[in-house]
């Protein structure tokens, strides 16, 4: 299977078979002494990385709208090596977002921290997958994301509402799967709760929250793959014939 599936364009995904193998990453396996110096270098550069636990994808497909893959449980410094070497390592990172939606159709996302490895990038509220966001060996997408939200930004979706599917936009860096999740507020007191959360973080993972209340509006520091997102949104696209996001 391997990596089988169209880049640089949103695909439509019904379900996410990600299963995690307990075995270890080739590219983990293959590449120890690499990792430890490297990891070496990487703190003496920025002391706040923590080498914990996250997941990386030895294959992955798209197969009847459905992303079928598996990954490995890989320590921080390997995907940090990984990072730099991603060509032909036989191994790629895929990650999700909850595309926030306010009641008057802005979207919230964030602008990462400055001591966090995308310092200033902006994006929706996400992390990497961890064995946590696994059920049985299946991959649990919206407990990543809902997950991911709280813990950056306070804002619990237990109670918001979700997009009918899931839908993935994928590259050889790597592929984010996203939904729309939609609260009532409008962005402006999304924003406020977001600030008022961070405001009580003694060292929190983002600087704060950025609207985004049309197409053209495009933060600076934004992610290079955010465009195609943020376009899609304000183009109607995952909506319902009323133009408004289709949710259930």
């Known amino acids: 299977m391997s990596f089988d599936l169209p880049r640089n364009i949103i695909l439509p995904v019904d379900a996410v078979d990600v299963r995690l193998d307990p075995g270890p990453h080739p590219f983990a396996r293959d590449n120890e002494r690499a990792i430890a110096e490297n990891w070496q270098r990487e703190i003496e550069a920025n002391p706040a990385l923590f080498d914990g636990t996250v997941v990386l994808l030895s294959a992955l497909a798209y197969r009847d709208r459905r992303l079928v893959g598996r990954c490995h449980a890989v320590n921080y410094s390997t995907f940090m090596l990984w990072r730099k070497r991603r060509e032909n390592s036989g191994a790629e990172h895929a990650y999700a977002h909850a595309m926030l939606v306010a009641g008057d159709n802005a979207l919230v996302a964030i602008r990462m921290g400055p001591h966090t490895v995308n310092a200033g990038r902006v994006y929706f509220a996400a992390g ?75 060292e929190p993972e983002i600087e704060g929250p950025v609207i985004i209340r049309h197409a053209s509006d495009l933060p600076e520091g934004l992610m290079g793959y955010m465009k195609l997102l943020i376009e899609w949104h304000f183009a109607g696209s995952g909506q319902d014939p009323s133009g408004a996001p289709s949710f259930r």
Not at 162 to 180: D, E, K, M
């Open 128 to 202: 990497s997958f961890e064995p946590i966001d696994f059920r049985d060996g299946l991959v649990d997408v919206d407990f990543n994301m809902m997950r991911e939200v709280g813990e950056e930004t306070g804002i619990d979706l237990s109670g918001a509402q979700r997009g009918h599917r899931y839908y993935a936009l994928s590259s050889p860096s790597g592929t984010v799967i996203f939904r729309h999740y939609r609260v009532a507020e409008p962005a402006d007191e999304i924003a406020r709760r977001i600030s008022a959360f961070v405001a009580t973080e003694a």
